[in-house]
């Protein structure tokens, strides 16, 4: 299983980003993926999922009036649409793949892709 996560860059207040989330092998399709993501010193944090069907979606509170998760099962592919980016949504963001508001509920992650939003 492998999962690798793309598209971080740096921008300014305001902006809007897209992260992508792209599965290898024939699991993708029956899984659900989340993601989160760590800022430095801070715990790993949850911001979104969506099931294997593209059912039922879940937001954090943080972000759920600015973020949107979606997939494409044809592609192997989740993203994130984030749009009103803020300085505070600075960090390393993750896929995963498992479905829930907990990193515990993830058995496995992608590497990583960094965001980082100037004012």
């Known amino acids: 299983v492998q999962l690798r996560a793309s598209g971080g860059r740096s921008v300014q207040a305001g902006d809007s980003l897209s992260l992508s989330c792209v599965g290898s092998?024939?699991?993708?399709?029956?899984?659900?993926v989340g993601w989160f993501r760590q800022a430095p010193g801070k715990d790993r944090e949850f911001l979104a999922a969506?099931?294997?069907?593209?059912?039922?979606?879940l937001y954090a509170d943080s972000v759920k009036d600015r973020f949107t998760i979606s997939r494409d099962n044809a592609k192997n592919a989740v993203f994130l649409q984030m749009n009103s980016l803020k300085p505070e949504d600075t960090a390393l963001y993750y896929c995963?793949?498992?479905?829930?508001?907990?990193?515990?509920?993830?058995?496995?992650w992608g590497q990583g892709t960094q965001v980082t939003v100037s004012s």
């Open positions: 969506i099931k294997w069907s593209g059912d039922s979606p």
């Open positions: 995963g793949r498992g479905y829930g508001t907990t990193p515990a509920r993830y058995s496995y």
């Open positions: 092998g024939r699991w993708f399709s029956s899984y659900g």
